[in-house]
């Protein structure tokens, strides 16, 4: 089942995000986005391409990163729901089509 909750967004957020050293202010790279949503690096590559993640902060090489404050920014303006089959957050859109793909007979 593609599982949609609202509200305990922000408490799975801090489960996945516990454990993380704390840098002040914080950058998130690709994989700090993997931990965080439950993303593969072909998701958030999805992600950025289609604009669904807000655009890189900067970059460290090649290496994209964002402010924790971008994120945080962009994740309050978001519908994101967690999908317990996934164990992943998808955006509205994602969702979607995650039901269509993955729960279609
Ligand atoms: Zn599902």
């Not at 950058?27 to 289609?50: C, E, N, V």
């Not at 964002?66 to 994602?94: D, I, K, P, S, Y």
Request: proline share 5%; net charge positive; glycine share 6%.
């Amino acid at each position: 089942m593609a599982a949609a909750l609202g509200a305990p967004v922000a408490r799975l957020r801090r489960q996945l995000v516990e454990g993380h050293s704390e840098l002040t202010p914080r950058r998130l790279i690709p994989s700090d986005l993997r931990s965080r949503y439950g993303w593969t690096p072909s998701a958030i590559s999805q992600y950025r391409r289609k604009g669904t993640l807000p655009a890189a902060d900067g970059l460290e090489g090649s290496r994209a990163w964002w402010w924790e404050a971008t994120v945080n920014n962009w994740e309050n303006t978001r519908e994101l729901h967690w999908l317990e089959c996934a164990h992943a957050f998808v955006a509205a859109a994602g969702l979607k089509e995650h039901r269509t793909r993955v729960h279609a007979r």
